[in-house]
């Protein structure tokens, strides 16, 4: 599990409620009754609060965050999924729910700190106590003090790192049953093998006729996602065929699989091609295809994958499984629907004009747009500027992008109060281009939230390139999925400040998944105070997990970032600071509680590198605070420093803390090559070497840079 931390046992200890709110930024928590195990939870549109010992520690209905009121030791508590904070102001025996009322003394509460639990107390009525003690009802009650009551006695837990998914994954590590000469292939750092590029670095293969890998599904579901590999053409163009699908042990259907849009071919510069030749390694092998049932299919229900005669030979890496949304606007009224204005549905024609006039028309009259239900194709790309433009659900609205021209596709924002929300969007091209799903200006007051993006070059570049120069503000980033990217997942550029990218799952992308990047300094500010918080990220198959790239004062926390391909987990730079800011001499960039598992890998070029990877070039490195990292299972290196020369180069290390990292079966704990210069510090590091892998815990190769030694830390 995650927290490993000097934090992680003060859910056992009670120290202080105080230690449950972040200095830096918002970290959630689960609430427990110490009395059968009960977790305090809030369902959307409900106004009171329940408890329940069986729901999931992923389930963000259980996730709060506690706020420090202006009055001193009184505390709001606020839902993670709604914002909204608990109250007792209708005094109607049950704890509730409700936009929070700063001035009402209803809303705050008091944790009183026992030896191992806290008492939470009504600052507004003294004498009322949470309490489950009545088990007739599922709602969160209070009551006067009974000292002997467990009911009463409550404990904190952090909220575990990553994306909460709403769906259930089944892999090789929990199939229910394979045959026919299936094979599950073991895992690998060695990139030439397919498999390297499936999470935990493993995949089954279905290579003769009659192989089969099935699964019994451990919940109901409608809808899935399986990411698999074919082979691709000898002329790169791609291959298509089918993959046979029984439910029950009954065939069911045929996925179509395929191979194009797959199959992204370097050189040793790491120059792309979309044809195989000799010497150019492949990247980007797996894809993936949706599928879905009208009805449920049910718990315990098994649903294999049987390679028939005729079918693809195929390696499968995993099968998502989950139950759709249907979404709708809460004011129909305030919305135009597409289909108003001539897009149809499902009819394979252009429906871009109406899109527009839609838009056009929503903007004019101060109204949301609407997408239902369908696929819907596009020649052109959509242009928003302070309009709201929502789907029926990212399973049943698809916005398919046709055009392959650059820039002929996606959605561009140029202003401020843009929102987006609740659909699927696809790109037509095979190559890395620009070609972006979300980006430009969005001003102040934006959201981009719950939408699933499928090849594009990246799926959000947050950055004005048009006439008067504009920065983004505040913009929000909630519960995406990003996939399958030829270049970034999520890239914060050209002054972008104070936005934030929570709860997004973000798999197989060319570059850094998650970035900040300071360019342009001609034209904007620095880049700041950008947050990356609990988002999951997987199988980058160039750069690194999350890049930091200049700037002040970001958080980057409770993140798990996992297989990385070919790069380090997180990585801190100056390599593009000659158009670009380096980092700020004021405002310390904070990085914690984040996992890094299978990270550290050979790059692109074949260097090494670490999970943590540091390296100047045009500037310094500098103002970084990493602290409660695990580092599970490098290719290479836990920690690495480096210089990467060349002319009209500068840059140094300094104010860089490492602090409570625990590196486990790494090749080196840190290494630093001999062009490195400046310092860092290390408190309470833990490093543990592979077995075989002959590295040491330190390795410093320079004479110019020092590693302070400030207590706690082990195998060094």
């Known amino acids: 599990m995650f927290l490993i931390s000097a934090l992680s046992l003060s ?177 690998t750092y060695y990139r030439w093998a397919i498999q390297s590029e499936a999470q935990k670095r493993s995949a089954i293969l279905l290579d003769s006729y009659g192989s089969f890998v099935s699964w019994t599904l451990s919940e109901a579901a409608d809808s899935f996602t399986l990411r698999y590999a074919v082979p691709d053409s000898s002329t790169g163009g791609g291959s298509d065929g089918p993959i046979s699908l029984y439910v029950d042990g009954v065939f069911n259907r045929e996925i179509e699989v395929t191979s194009k849009q797959a199959w992204v071919y370097f050189d040793s510069n790491m120059n792309e091609y979309d044809v195989p030749g000799t010497g150019l390694r492949p990247g ?17 229900s098994t649903i294999e994958f049987r390679r028939d005669g005729g079918d693809r030979l195929i390696w499968i890496d995993l099968l998502e499984a989950e139950t759709r949304e249907t979404i709708n606007p809460a004011t129909p009224t305030e919305f135009y629907d597409v289909t108003d204005y001539g897009a149809i549905a499902g009819d394979s024609q252009d429906d871009w004009q109406a ?19 369908g696929i819907f194709q596009l020649s052109d790309k959509l242009e928003l500027a302070g309009v709201q433009i929502m789907g029926a659900g990212i399973w049943n609205t698809e916005l398919h992008f046709t055009n392959e021209t650059a820039q002929k596709g996606g959605i561009n924002a140029i202003g401020s109060n843009t929102i987006v929300s609740d659909f699927y969007m696809r790109a037509p091209i095979a190559e890395r281009k620009p070609y972006n799903a979300l980006r430009g200006y969005w001003g102040t007051n934006s959201r981009i939230e719950n939408i699933w993006t499928d090849q594009f070059t990246v799926g959000l570049w947050i950055a004005d390139y048009t006439g008067a120069i504009e920065e983004t503000d505040g913009l929000v980033v909630r519960n995406c999925r990003i996939r399958n990217t030829f270049a970034d997942g999520i890239n914060f550029a050209k002054g972008t400040q104070n936005s934030l990218v929570e709860n997004c799952h973000i798999r197989t992308t060319g570059d850094d998944s998650l970035a900040s990047w300071s360019s342009d300094p001609t034209e904007v500010e620095i880049c700041k105070n950008n947050v990356f918080r609990y988002n999951t990220i997987e199988c980058t198959y160039r750069a690194a997990g999350i890049g930091v790239f200049g700037g002040e004062a970001h958080r980057i926390h409770s993140n798990i970032v996992r297989d990385i391909v070919s790069g380090p987990g997180l990585r801190f730079n100056t390599t593009f600071a000659d158009n670009g800011y380096a980092f700020s001499s004021t405002g310390t960039i ?127």
């Open 11 to 187: 859910s056992l200890n009670a120290l202080d409620v105080r230690d449950y709110i972040d200095a830096h930024d918002t970290r959630y928590v689960r609430i427990k009754c110490i009395w059968q195990d009960k977790y305090l939870y809030h369902n959307a549109g409900e106004a009171v609060v329940k408890y329940s010992n069986s729901i999931s520690a992923a389930d963000p209905r259980s996730h709060w965050y506690i706020e420090e009121s202006p009055h001193s030791g009184r505390y709001w508590v606020r839902s993670r999924t709604t914002g909204e904070a608990w109250h007792i102001e209708n005094e109607m025996g049950a704890l509730q729910l409700a936009a929070l009322k700063e001035s009402f003394t209803s809303y705050r509460w008091k944790f009183n700190t026992e030896t191992d639990f806290f008492r939470i107390q009504s600052a507004w009525q003294s004498s009322n106590y949470l309490s489950v003690e009545d088990t007739s009802t599922v709602v969160v009650g209070y009551d006067a003090l009974v000292s002997a009551w467990y009911s009463q006695r409550f404990r904190i837990e952090y909220a575990s790192a990553g994306a909460t998914a709403p769906w259930q994954t089944y892999d090789e590590s929990n199939t229910t049953n394979t045959g026919g000469g299936a094979d599950i292939l073991n895992s």
């Open 284 to 300: 980007k092998r797996f894809n993936e295809a949706r599928f879905q049932f009208s009805n449920p299919i049910p718990v315990n």
């Open 355 to 373: 899109f527009e006039d839609c838009i056009d028309a929503a903007i004019l009259n101060g109204k949301g747009v609407f997408i239902p239900a």
């Open 590 to 716: 904070e990085v914690y509680n984040n996992e890094l598992i299978r990270t550290g890998t050979l790059n692109g070029w074949g260097s090494e590198s670490g999970a943590i990877n540091l390296r100047t070039r045009y500037g310094d490195v500098r103002n970084i605070r990493f602290r409660d990292i695990i580092i599970n299972n490098t290719e290479d290196y836990g920690i690495w420093f480096s210089y990467l020369g060349g002319t009209n180069t500068s840059g140094s290390f300094s104010n860089i803390d490492f602090e409570n990292i625990d590196m486990q079966d790494v090749g080196y704990g840190s290494y630093i090559l001999s062009d490195a210069t400046g310092s860092c510090d290390f408190t309470n590091v833990t490093v543990s070497l592979k077995s075989s892998s002959g590295g040491s815990a330190i390795q410093n190769n320079s004479s110019n840079f020092t590693i302070n030694n400030n207590g706690g830390n082990t195998g060094l």
